[in-house]
């Protein structure tokens, strides 16, 4: 009875998972019998601001509370410096700033200074100040000033004091005026984050300082733009989309803390910042034009999640005219991202800098709106499409929870599991109604391992991309969150995100190695597949990019055990095929920023034939083999 259950446990799938054991083990391939196709959009990015992101990650301000916010920090971020017997008063003036929405500044009153005994502020940073050999920093201040002389700004080593770069700026007396400074460190200065920034003065008189900004260089030296190492990594995942702003962040804990994306784009002195639900001020620096622009550095598409009435702490709006407004804020988004500049929105787009349109295709109302218990989704969905739907019937709507009004192109699953949790659910899509709304696995991962996931969690996800491949006729897109860290105490919200990283350097996690290697070898459609034996927890997905007839074998053996498989696959070209594994001695292992290359793939070749091809899945590994075929 039991021989003959082991027996019949023969699955025929485009992929699948054993999970009794038997040997031998085959699994035949056939690459001329295409199952469904495999989205070209299948794996993109999904972002948020949590565990500093942005601020003290992706946007790169190396000064913190630049805009000198008081509720959360008071003014400890920007401790008072009377060097030698210098005497000053430093306050937080909340009835004087350079702009609406910056009405308050750092008021500093010198009563005594010399230019041997000068006095200030310092800035410590996001965790520290990377500091660089050779290298160009820009900035820039607001201030209004009586007396004080001119600003002599410098970065120095926390430890010692040593200078690491000087510069004056030379202030005008009276009203508010932006000034510009830069500072560039020498061939030899070490490379070091325990640095800090001090601005001093030498003259008594009182400066009133806002908006203080110190920026290294960015990803192609855009004003303003991106971490280059983080954008480097993220662009080796080959992502599609980018889902912005994604999570929690777009909706706020309260409806005046929602991403209010018309207070996060111009001049920089025109942004009042907001609270994240995380529970830090976003600078907004990194605004809904910079989130373009960095679909732009990756050459990906946005999926634009407008705000929909619904906030994490419960608050929402019922569908009817009390939702028109938020209604209209997004189609005005929707012109500002895509209209040309002949539009109100599209040219203020073009004032901003950007005259050309950002195409996109997918735009999402709301974020997890199942949370929302009033039951008002349906109705404030249904209002958001048709409205949309009526001006920009291009779109596909997507719908974060399941609706009986409004029809959604697309519904907006998200799941964190164990790696366990996983394991179990790769078939879940399997059987789902193929004539309802596509799917967008907008949120996933496999939660073990912090700050980054370990390589139990690479192994989940790898198990889940197997069966997002299998299913993609179904999954259209598929983001895994959080994408990012910063590891400093404090910094984290969340545990188990992608990549870490502190002032100085970033690691990716086995989970992002998984990431970029089903993102590098996607394929377009799954083909037949049987496997029939089994052994432990192994998954594979079998698809091929036609125009270049490679199959991309995905192999996952989630177990501590080697498994033995014999390929059939009668189209495979003999010769050899290149693999990439990912492999590691326990679930347990992980990657981290004192061994960031711990784990990583290895490319080999192996001798590739059409029958009886004998290969051994190592244990704990993942593997991608590309084979070519006839
Ligand atoms: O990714 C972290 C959070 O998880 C997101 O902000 C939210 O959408 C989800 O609950």
Known sequence: ?????????????????????????????????????????????????????????????????????????????????????????????????????????????????????????????????????GTTYKGSFYARTE??????????????????????????????????????????????????????????????LQLVSLFPPTFNN???????????????????????????????????????????????????????????????GMGLLEFLEWCEDLKVEPVLAVFAGYSLKGEHVDAGPALEPFVQEALDEIEYVAGDASTHWGAVRARDGHPAPFPFHYLEVGNEDFFDKSGSYDGRFEQFAKAIRARYPQYKVIATAPVKKG?????????????????????????????????FVGEWATRTGSPTPDFGAALGDAAWMTSMERNSDLILMASYAPLFTNINAGGMQWSTDLIGYNA????????????????????????????SGAGPLLFWSATVSTGSRILHLKLVNASDTAQPLTFYIPNAAPG???????????????????????????????????SAWAHTVPPNAIEVLDITFR
Not at 266 to 272: E, H, I, Q, S
């Open 147 to 208: 007396g004080v002389g001119p600003a002599r700004v410098r970065l120095l080593t926390d430890e010692l004091g040593t200078v690491l770069a000087e510069t004056t700026v030379d202030l005008k007396f009276g009203n508010w005026q932006q000034y510009h400074y830069t500072l560039q460190t020498g061939a030899g200065v070490k490379t070091s984050s325990t640095n800090h920034l001090e601005i001093t003065f030498a003259r008594p008189g009182t400066v009133w």
């Open 576 to 610: 050899e095929a290149t693999m990439y594994s990912l492999h590691a001695a326990t679930r347990f292992a992980t990657n981290s920023i004192d061994h960031p290359d711990a784990i990583k793939p290895i490319t080999s070749k192996v001798r590739s034939s059409g």
């Open 504 to 531: 100085l350097q970033s690691y990716p996690s086995p989970a992002y190695w998984a990431q970029v290697l089903f993102g590098n070898h996607v394929g377009d459609h799954t083909v037949q597949s049987s496997a």
């Open 1 to 133: 009875m039991k021989l003959a259950a082991v027996l019949i446990a023969s699955i025929i799938l485009s992929g699948g998972v054993f999970l009794i054991a038997q040997s031998p083990t085959t699994l035949k391939i056939d690459t001329g019998t295409t199952v469904s196709t495999v989205s070209p959009t299948l794996y993109g990015l999904m972002t948020e601001e949590i565990n500093y992101s942005y601020d003290g990650g992706l946007y790169p301000e190396l000064l913190r509370n630049r805009t000198m916010f008081i509720p959360h920090h008071g003014l400890e971020l920007w401790p008072a410096i009377t060097h030698g017997d210098s005497v000053m008063e430093r306050v937080a003036d909340t009835a004087v700033g350079p702009s609406k929405a910056l009405p308050h500044s750092l008021k500093l009153a010198i009563s005594k200074a010399s230019r041997t005994s000068q006095a200030g502020v310092a800035n410590g940073g996001y965790w520290g100040i990377p500091v660089r050999p």
């Open 222 to 284: 855009r004003p303003n733009g991106n971490r280059p190492d983080l954008i480097n990594m993220m662009a080796a995942m080959k992502p599609q989309f980018l889902r912005l702003p994604g999570g929690n962040y777009l909706e706020g804990d309260f409806i005046n803390e929602r991403f209010n994306w018309k207070e996060t784009i111009g001049p920089l002195v025109d942004r009042p910042t907001h609270r994240s639900p995380w529970n830090y001020q976003s600078t907004d």
């Open 407 to 439: 029809q959604p192109d697309m519904i907006d699953d998200h799941y964190y599991r164990t790696p366990d949790e996983f394991f179990a659910m790769v078939h879940h899509y399997d059987t789902m109604d193929r004539n309802g709304p596509k799917i």
